[in-house]
């Protein structure tokens, strides 16, 4: 098996050094999107472009605090394909890395306050990076979609001659969508939906884009009224009730271990 370090590590110091200590995002956030999308998981890719210059998180379009211009037009579209409603979006995209999106910047840093500060910096080896992780996909037979939304994104692919399914389009920030007719917007493109068809062609579970709502109960080991049982454990559950880990449950207590079930 292959873990991120294989893939990560060739190259690497030698960017470090160059783009120093005053960067965003933070060094212990860099490579969150590596962290959160074990390399066996990803069946999403979403290339960016340069980190956010204040909020970043280490994931391509997702910030700590608010939703960002583009991931806006993202959702746009998101939300005019049914695929979630505005209430069930957020502006911190975990919830996509844990289901095998890989939301990776072309270049993994810039200097705090700067934008595409360190992009020639990074991009030789984001691009190189790109090859290994395309290699290994068509070496193991893995069905993987990049989602390829601007200029920026599209050159890499290309330069890094990228065998997996590729769908593309223009990017979402606003300044450039704003001046098309509305029926080429990004808002109105087939796109995350389409990528979600071929999942599904494929056998593959399709991207939940909206926040998977959970119910969870605790309890303490108390027994009514509130007295302590002698045999009664502190114990949990979580109930998914939406999204592809609809009916699912997990449910445990501090002595044994979670039992997960359907």
Same mark, same amino acid.
């Given at each position: 098996?292959h873990?991120? %370090?294989?893939?990560?590590?060739p190259? +690497?110091?030698?960017v470090l050094?160059k783009? &120093?200590?005053? /960067?965003? *995002?933070?060094a212990?956030?860099?490579?969150n999107?590596?962290l959160?999308?074990?390399?066996?998981?990803?069946? +999403?890719?979403?290339?960016?472009?340069? *980190?956010? #210059?204040?909020?970043?998180?280490?994931?391509?379009?997702?910030? %700590?605090?608010?939703?960002?211009?583009?991931?806006n037009?993202?959702?746009?579209?998101?939300?005019?394909?049914?695929?979630?409603?505005?209430?069930?979006?957020? =502006?911190?995209?975990t919830?996509?890395?844990?289901?095998?999106?890989?939301?990776?910047?072309?270049?993994?840093?810039?200097?705090?306050?700067?934008? &595409?500060?360190h992009?020639?910096?990074?991009?030789?080896?984001?691009?190189? +990076?790109?090859?290994?992780?395309?290699?290994?996909?068509?070496?193991?037979?893995?069905?993987? @979609?990049?989602?390829?939304? &601007?200029?920026?994104?599209?050159? /890499?692919?290309?330069?890094a001659?990228?065998?997996?399914? $590729?769908?593309?389009?223009q =990017? #979402?920030?606003?300044l450039?969508?704003n %001046?098309?007719e $509305?029926?080429k917007?990004f808002e109105?493109?087939? @796109?995350?939906? +389409?990528?979600? %068809?071929?999942?599904?062609?494929?056998n /593959?579970?399709? /991207?939940?884009?909206?926040? @998977? $709502?959970?119910?969870?109960?605790?309890?303490?080991g108390?027994?009514?009224?509130?007295k302590?049982c002698?045999?009664?454990?502190?114990?949990?559950g979580?109930?998914?009730?939406?999204? =592809?880990?609809?009916?699912?449950?997990? @449910?445990?207590?501090?002595?044994t271990p *979670?039992d997960a079930s359907?």
């Open positions: 098996s873990t991120w %370090r294989d893939f990560l590590t190259g +690497l110091e030698d050094k783009v &120093g200590n005053n /960067i965003s *995002p933070d212990v956030d860099m490579f999107f590596a959160l999308t074990p390399v066996e998981d990803i069946k +999403l890719v979403i290339i960016g472009q340069d *980190p956010y #210059p204040k909020d970043a998180q280490g994931l391509a379009f997702s910030s %700590r605090f608010r939703v960002e211009k583009s991931l037009t993202i959702f746009q579209n998101i939300i005019n394909s049914g695929l979630a409603d505005e209430k069930d979006l957020s =502006h911190d995209l919830y996509w890395a844990k289901q095998g999106v890989l939301l990776m910047n072309s270049a993994l840093t810039t200097e705090k306050n700067i934008i &595409g500060a992009s020639k910096i990074w991009i030789p080896y984001t691009t190189q +990076l790109i090859v290994k992780l395309d290699n290994y996909f068509q070496q193991n037979n893995k069905f993987v @979609i990049y989602i390829l939304m &601007g200029n920026d994104a599209q050159k /890499i692919a290309t330069d001659a990228i065998r997996s399914l $590729k769908i593309c389009s =990017h #979402p920030s606003p450039a969508n %001046r098309l $509305k029926e917007r109105n493109l087939d @796109i995350f939906a +389409l990528a979600n %068809r071929q999942f599904l062609n494929n /593959i579970i399709p /991207i939940a884009y909206k926040r @998977i $709502k959970t119910e969870a109960f605790y309890t303490d108390s027994c009514a009224p509130n302590k002698p045999e009664a454990v502190a114990g949990y979580i109930y998914f009730s939406e999204g =592809h880990l609809n009916g699912f449950k997990v @449910i445990g207590n501090l002595e *979670p359907n």
